[in-house]
């Protein structure tokens, strides 16, 4: 059995570092749920990368106070986001994103270039594969 895999122009063995798929331990997962990106790349506009949590709540439209938390709490699990809390009367809790967090979108980036390059031919079998369907 051949195992060579060509990616455009390369070509390597399937055990070859380059060519291992993802060890994601659930980091895919995160990174494609529905709010994970969104929080990632708000912080990232906010001036220091920090935003307090109503200001994250109010600025994600349509995201409830229960999945913000979750999501925020996962973030912080894996390392992309801090949490700080301020003993204050009322308390304030802020997040902040973490230099793997920042390079966790600069990785993104080339997806989200491919995306958009490619978006109006996947739509466009997208419309085909429906169509054949009905």
């Not at 997962?29 to 506009?45: A, C, I």
């Not at 220091?48 to 109010?58: A, D, N």
Request: one cysteine or more; aromatic letters at 8%.
């Amino acid at each position: 059995m051949d195992n060579s895999i060509r990616v455009g122009s390369q070509q390597g063995q399937a055990d070859s570092p380059q060519f291992r798929p993802i060890p994601s331990n659930g980091i895919c997962t995160r990174l494609g749920d529905k709010w994970t990106v969104h929080v990632l790349w708000r912080l990232s506009l906010a001036n220091e990368c920090r935003l307090r949590f109503s200001t994250l709540k109010k600025e994600l439209d349509g995201v409830t106070q229960r999945m913000l938390t979750l999501t925020l709490r996962n973030l912080e699990r894996d390392g992309l986001v801090t949490r700080h809390y301020f003993p204050e009367v009322p308390p304030r809790v802020e997040y902040e994103l973490t230099q793997m967090g920042a390079g966790v979108l600069r990785a993104l980036e080339g997806l989200n270039y491919w995306v958009r390059e490619n978006l109006p031919a996947i739509e466009e079998h997208r419309r085909i594969f429906d169509e054949a369907k009905q």
